[in-house]
């Protein structure tokens, strides 16, 4: 049976029927499954189990390691810069993102108002580091009315020139047109999605990196104290923050030698087809074990230094590794999906032979959110060494 026929839209772009050869494959391979040659295709089904396939591409895995050091060293960087190194840095990423989300939409049939989508993602970056989240709500909607507009308008003939933001855009322009554009639900639906995937959820980062264990408030504006009055500080921000990075960190280079090690039993079936239970698994124990470590030996040797400890018991360090892991898999998986309903292995072609920006993005874009609302709900609950603790 050819993928597609109960929905009714026919094969997935990109796919084969079963029996027929794609482009590159052997018959029946899935190119949309990944992986470094047929030695290390899992089955394409995604269904059964399989033997694991280890490592057998050296050179591909080579380079992945030397991409991942350069990832590492600018992410460090910004790290260093503070808040505003962090925003720029983050305002990049999501530059590349956006634009390679929007495509993935457009290659679907989809007509989103791309142009909005980009300048608000690039906007609610700078809001957040500006302002935090006290304006978070009157942005979203305003941009949510403005998506609305934006695509109803775009039938009038004098569009073009009355819309700065999509003036530029050769599908809207007058020489262009064959006749009215009437928009869809679902571009508006694909712009908000947009919107929210690459700009607002991302922007939780900043604030992680905002935390300041000097400060009287925490980046929400809200006063350091407990509702018993207990005095408290949060962390401070570069830790918290090299603690979030650390984590999905851990979780992509755990879940990668433990499915490729170890892993026989399909994870999420034909979403992901070479992602396993163990491998998932691996991943969490890694972030869990790493944030631990992170904690324990922060709280031992920055004091030695002169350095404040970073006020945070181990264990609540491993709780947040536990749950960056599980929300930046479930983030990972998010993007599959998107990219398997278009039809394509790769978000984009940034990267050669890795994809884009968003593909390798992808574990960040909903776990630094929840990151962020754990860490400001749920730290202070527990004061470390401060009052009764």
């Known amino acids: 049976m050819v993928e597609g026929d109960l929905s009714g839209r026919g094969p997935t772009p990109g796919r084969a029927p079963e029996g027929e050869a794609v482009p590159g494959g052997a018959p029946g391979e899935d190119p949309l499954a990944g992986g470094d040659g047929p030695s290390e295709q899992a089955p394409a089904d995604g269904l059964t189990e399989h033997a694991p396939v280890g490592i057998q591409d050296q050179r591909k895995f080579g380079q992945r390691v030397l991409y991942s050091l350069v990832a590492g060293v600018l992410i460090i960087l910004a790290m260093l810069a503070g808040d505003w190194g962090m925003t720029i840095g983050l305002m990049g990423a999501c530059w590349f993102a956006s634009r390679e989300l929007f495509n993935l939409f457009e290659a679907k049939g989809y007509n989103p108002a791309r142009n909005l989508g980009i300048v608000s993602c690039l906007a609610i970056m700078l809001l957040t580091q500006l302002s935090g989240t006290r304006f978070h709500g009157a942005f979203l909607t305003a941009v949510f009315v403005m998506c609305f507009v934006f695509l ?179 983030s990972d998986l998010s993007e599959s999906m998107i990219k398997r309903d278009v039809g394509r292995r790769d978000a984009g072609e940034l990267i050669p032979g890795h994809g884009g920006m968003l593909d390798r993005v992808d574990s960040y874009l909903l776990s630094g959110a929840v990151a962020y609302w754990y860490i400001l709900y749920f730290w202070k609950l527990f004061p470390w060494r401060i009052g009764w603790w």
């Open 152 to 330: 109803i308008v775009r039938g009038a003939p004098w569009f073009p020139y009355w819309n700065v933001l999509e003036r530029f855009d050769a599908r809207v322009t007058s020489a262009a047109r064959t006749g009215p554009q009437v928009a869809s639900i679902s571009d508006v639906a694909t712009t908000f999605l947009g919107i929210l995937y690459t700009g607002w959820l991302p922007s939780f980062i900043i604030l992680l990196r905002k935390f300041d264990m000097a400060a009287p408030v925490s980046p929400e504006g809200r006063p350091f104290a407990t509702p018993a009055g207990v005095a408290f500080r949060y962390p401070d921000g570069l830790w918290l923050t090299l603690l979030y990075f650390l984590a999905v960190v851990a979780t992509d280079v755990g879940a990668y030698f433990f499915g490729k090690f170890f892993g026989r039993r399909p994870l999420i079936g034909p979403l992901s087809p070479r992602k396993t239970i163990e491998g998932a698994f691996g991943g969490i124990a890694s972030a869990m074990a790493v944030a631990t470590l992170v904690g324990v030996v922060a709280d031992m040797v920055l004091p030695r230094f002169g350095w404040p400890a970073p006020l945070a018991p181990w264990w609540q360090c491993t709780i947040l590794g536990f749950i960056v892991s599980v929300t930046a898999q479930v």
